[in-house]
């Protein structure tokens, strides 16, 4: 089967069935377990399935969805268990490999082909010159980036990008290392996803993080689910959503394609989802077009104003409003600007829709919006969650159980990563910390994020690169601009545990630094470890590996950055790095008496489950300059394509984690063995005079003139939303310009692409 050829590239052959219309089910099961067998076989699989998400076991390294307090012996979904069976594989990348194949050959392979050759076993160095990787030792790898680090003419021509998959205790201590280093170049993840999130919120309620538990989706009245497949991206959220319906809750889901874990889910851990027809789970689906989210909201607001001047006292929460909240007037009387007119034609929705909308709102008294990257990659992204932040406020959805703001982050420790300080613009307060604890004076002048970074190694402001996990080359936008960027350094370093584009879009000198997997038994001088995560909903936990690691030559992260500390700052200094290297738990020492709401770490995720950060919103504190929630009046904004054209929006196929495909199928969409397809409105395709599976150019059109081109997609007639199409990352990467950010967050793009489709070169 395509999912586990290793000898040749994956071809598109498409072939299209009708969408689903649910999610999981048997199905499910056999999907994820025909997978896993075939990477990992049965010991391995059974290992790694029944500890995945327990309270002494393997995090799973797929989403950064929640626990649950009573949890299933089968507490996984079908992606994470393809997503730690894909890394606990049998198959093994030596350097026999590396022998055979050049730098320039694997750059000619798929994102599906280099990830299927599996575990990479030893360090290996291209050297400046070199055609294919060789062999390194240890010490020769690390000693060779120090020298090229200190022989910088500033720290500041370094940087150092971190994925979301690195625990805390790596994170702690790479964002220690690189500060003591003397740089805050330190882009993540999070700069190309949620940025949006954590500027919007900390902008209206002084957090960056989302405010709700698994219980307050449970005990919800109303769940919106906004610009988010969970189906696909976090299927256990089906699971708490199911939780949800069962205990009356209602949900309306927002977004521009018919998703199938949105209309509805077979559980297949309880007889009425492998025999029964499920659990329906949208009440009212709002195909809406992509970047008309923020209009919704704000009509949403404006209806809600309007309820309460026809029955004053019983719309609007006026106690909240008047303690807790700041600007309320402005923002009202902008709110009553707002016209239908042009929030119907932002949308793609009928008024009637729209009403029926206000209608569950009116009817539920604790309300939850959830949302993901369909919401935070817009030009508008941030005003889009100031707007619903606002729609919460005004009537006291903020602060109490059952409601509150729930941005769903996709990898799995990508928000504890920046608890630890993976932040270019960490605050003041958190340096000050770092500078007591550690006897330094951490540098406070702001680095570069990921897209800032990659003009920085355009421009030749930055030579050398080190990515922690990740696969930063397919993760960016602008394609061309970004691999020229990265062939452009002196030095490229990845920390990683299977081969990636990244490894062959390299720079004069490359190092690959194989490190252990989140399945990985990891064993230091001190004797077995554990690391630490936090979840979408700020739960910390312990993660620790079961399976014998994948090769005797791999380190730790943790080992890997340590290491590298001592080579790079020499002897001496207050930093312990050996100690850290060989005992986690003096890491997490330090991380408490560094980072707020970690007080006696040790001790409290040594407790089954672990604990919960504190949210000072829940507490009714919000640390904003005023020291109240902020209502921020937002211009209204929206995509308007010309005539012939439709908005684009990226997204991932259902066998597919991050930027790597586990297959060439899409099974919920119905699409199976192509990537190279786009999705349009059979009514747009007919306007456009376009037929379903012609092959096409997917044309970006921007407003300075220029244009960006994807060549050779098929066609898929698809129920989207009228004016939009759809199409797969990273392969889209390409049509979205270094330029072309999210205001304040300067978040790419990806899900607001102005397109036009042109017969492919190879048609005509």
């Not at 649910?22 to 500890?51: D, F, I």
């Not at 894909?86 to 055979?100: H, I, M, N, P, S």
């Not at 990787?133 to 370094?158: K, M």
């Not at 392969?731 to 793009?749: H, I, K, M, R």
Request: net charge negative.
């Amino acid at each position: 089967m395509s999912t586990t050829r290793r000898d040749r590239d994956p071809e598109d052959d498409l072939e299209v069935s009708a969408p689903k219309k649910y999610a999981a089910g048997v199905p499910a099961v056999a999907h994820a377990m025909e997978y896993s067998l075939a990477q990992a076989g049965p010991k391995r699989t059974m290992l790694t399935l029944l500890s995945l998400n327990q309270a002494d076991g393997i995090d799973c390294p797929g989403c950064a969805w929640p626990d649950p307090k009573h949890r299933h012996t089968n507490e996984y979904c079908e992606n994470g268990a393809k997503h730690v069976n894909d890394e606990a594989t049998t198959r093994r990348v030596t350097r026999a490999f590396f022998a055979e194949h050049s730098v320039a050959e694997l750059d000619s392979r798929s994102d599906m082909w280099l990830n299927q050759q599996g575990r990479l076993t030893e360090p290996m160095v291209k050297r400046p010159g070199g055609t294919h990787y060789e062999p390194i030792g240890w010490d020769e790898a690390l000693g060779l980036v120090a020298d090229e680090l200190n022989g910088l003419a500033s720290p500041h021509e370094a940087m150092f990008y971190t994925s979301g998959r690195v625990s805390n205790e790596a994170a702690f201590l790479l964002q220690l290392f690189v500060r003591a280093f003397g740089t805050n170049n330190l882009p993540d993840c999070s700069n190309m996803c949620h940025e949006s999130s954590g500027s919007g919120l900390g902008e209206t309620l002084g957090i960056g993080k989302g405010s709700v538990s698994l219980d307050d989706i449970h005990e919800s009245d109303l769940v919106f689910v906004v610009g988010q497949n969970p189906g696909t991206n976090h299927p256990r959220m089906l699971s708490a959503l199911e939780q949800t319906k069962r205990n009356g809750g209602r949900v309306i889901a927002v977004n521009p394609l018919p998703e199938a874990g949105l209309i509805r889910f077979k559980n297949p851990q309880k007889p009425s989802g492998v025999i029964g027809k499920g659990t329906v789970i949208a009440d009212l689906f709002l195909k809406i077009r992509p970047g008309g989210d923020l209009a919704l909201f704000q009509m949403l607001n404006k209806l809600l104003l309007e309820a309460e001047d026809g029955a004053p006292g019983t719309v609007l929460d006026h106690d909240f409003i008047a303690t807790h909240t700041t600007g309320y007037d402005d923002f009202a009387a902008h709110a009553r600007t707002v016209a239908w007119e042009h929030v119907l034609q932002a949308t793609g929705l009928t008024r009637e829709e729209i009403e029926a909308a206000h209608r569950e709102v009116l009817g539920a008294k604790r309300i939850i919006v959830c949302w993901a990257m369909g919401l935070t990659q817009h030009r508008h992204g941030v005003p889009t969650i100031r707007e619903i932040a606002s729609f919460l406020m005004l009537r006291g959805n903020i602060g109490r159980p059952g409601a509150g703001v729930c941005p769903v982050r996709g990898h799995s420790n990508v928000q504890g990563d920046r608890t630890m300080g993976i932040w270019e613009r960490v605050p003041d307060a958190f340096l000050d910390a770092l500078a007591a604890e550690f006897s330094f004076e951490p540098p406070r002048d702001h680095g570069y994020d990921s897209v800032a970074g990659v003009r920085a190694m355009r421009d030749g402001k930055a030579r050398v690169f080190v990515g922690v996990a990740g696969n930063f080359v397919r993760a960016m936008s602008d394609s061309a601009v970004t691999e020229a960027a990265l062939r452009s350094c002196s030095l490229t370093v990845q920390v990683s545990t299977k081969l990636n584009r990244s490894h062959t879009v390299c720079g004069e000198t490359a190092l690959i630094l194989p490190t252990l997997g989140r399945s990985d038994r990891d064993v230091q001088a001190s004797g077995e470890q554990f690391v630490t995560v936090e979840d979408s909903m700020s739960e910390v936990h312990q993660s620790r590996g079961r399976l014998e690691p994948a090769s005797p030559h791999l380190l730790s992260e943790v080992a890997i950055i340590c290491r590298l500390a001592r080579r790079t700052l020499g002897p001496g200094g207050a930093i312990p790095w050996e100690d850290f290297e060989a005992d986690y738990g003096l890491i997490r020492d330090r991380i408490a008496r560094v980072v707020p709401g970690f007080e006696d770490f040790n001790a409290r995720v040594a407790v089954s489950g672990g604990f919960r950060l504190p949210s000072p919103v829940n507490q009714g504190v919000f640390p904003t300059p005023s020291g109240k929630a902020v209502f921020v009046p937002n211009r209204l904004d929206w995509i308007e394509p010309p005539a012939g054209h439709l908005v684009l929006q990226s997204l991932r196929s259902h066998d597919q984690w991050n930027t790597i495909p586990y297959a060439m199928d899409d099974r919920y969409r119905g699409i199976h063995d192509a990537r190279r397809i786009v999705m349009v409105n059979p009514s747009d395709l007919a306007e456009l005079g376009i037929a379903d599976r012609d092959l096409v150019d997917i044309v970006s059109v921007w407003t300075d003139g220029t244009e960006r081109r994807a060549e050779g997609f098929r066609v898929v007639a698809y129920p989207a939303a009228r004016g939009s199409a759809a199409s797969y990352y990273p392969e889209t990467n390409v049509l979205v310009p270094l330029d072309s950010v999210a205001e304040v967050s300067n978040t790419p793009t990806s899900k607001g692409v102005i397109v036009r489709l042109e017969p492919a070169a190879a048609a005509r």
